[in-house]
T-cell receptor
Framework: GEDVEQSLFLSVREGDSSVINCTYT??????LYWYKQEPGAGLQLLTYIFSNMDMKQDQRLTVLLNKKDKHLSLRIADTQTGDSAIYFCAESIWTGGSYIPTFGRGTSLIVHP | SAVISQKPSRDICQRGTSLTIQCQVDSQVTMMFWYRQQPGQSLTLIATANQGSEATYESGFVIDKFPISRPNLTFSTLTVSNMSPEDSSIYLCSVESVAEAFFGQGTRLTVV
């Protein structure tokens, strides 16, 4: 199976909270990331969490990490139409030369009025 | 942080031809990475390019199909050779700095 799994689609109403879930397999992952990709653009790092943390909050974004279950989630509060994008979960470990992330397939977030 | 310029941003190519994608970084980096993003799929690492040495390819990718150059610490190219429609994809250049990966805007390749 895939190393990083996430659901492909999520549809929410504007103003509601969005929760995007992800599971990973490598227990030695050091960093876990959420990237955002808007149409026609490259990936942009939204936030990341160290593997020794269980929560990180950054304005409207809340990341929860359950290391025991290897489960990562991204909550976007007060979701706006501008949040519509593909969100990629990624894990990375130190390879001896750099951190190389392994990505999930991405979750398409659709925000409707 | 790192700013990456990648070109072309998109191209439509005939099968059997080759396309070279360029990636320019605004700072010196040891490693540069090339990814492929197929529709509905995750990003797949093609190879890691270090300056002054041959690129290291991931399983399923070979140098004859995806030759890579890395002439200096701020620039790299990826060539998609002898293209077929299955090569239609987005190709992304990336660098890593302090555990954060930075990406170019990608090259959307369509092979007809």
């Amino acid at each position: 199976g895939e190393d990083v799994e996430q659901s492909l689609f999520l549809s929410v109403r504007e103003g509601d909270s969005s929760v995007i879930n992800c599971t990973y397999t490598d227990s030695s992952s050091t960093y876990l990331y959420w990237y955002k990709q808007e149409p026609g653009a490259g990936l942009q790092l939204l936030t990341y969490i160290f593997s020794n943390m269980d929560m990180k909050q950054d304005q409207r974004l809340t990341v929860l990490l359950n290391k025991k279950d290897k489960h990562l989630s991204l909550r976007i509060a007060d979701t706006q139409t501008g949040d519509s994008a593909i969100y990629f979960c990624a894990e990375s470990i130190w390879t001896g030369g750099s951190y190389i992330p392994t990505f999930g397939r991405g979750t398409s977030l659709i925000v409707h009025p | 942080s790192a700013v990456i310029s990648q070109k072309p941003s998109r191209d439509i190519c005939q099968r059997g031809t080759s396309l070279t994608i360029q990636c320019q970084v605004d700072s010196q980096v040891t490693m540069m990475f090339w990814y492929r993003q197929q529709p509905g799929q995750s990003l797949t690492l093609i190879a890691t390019a270090n300056q002054g040495s041959e690129a290291t390819y991931e399983s399923g990718f070979v140098i004859d199909k995806f030759p890579i150059s890395r002439p200096n610490l701020t620039f790299s190219t990826l060539t998609v050779s002898n293209m077929s429609p299955e090569d239609s994809s987005i190709y992304l250049c990336s660098v890593e700095s302090v555990a954060e990966a930075f990406f170019g805007q990608g090259t959307r390749l369509t092979v007809v």
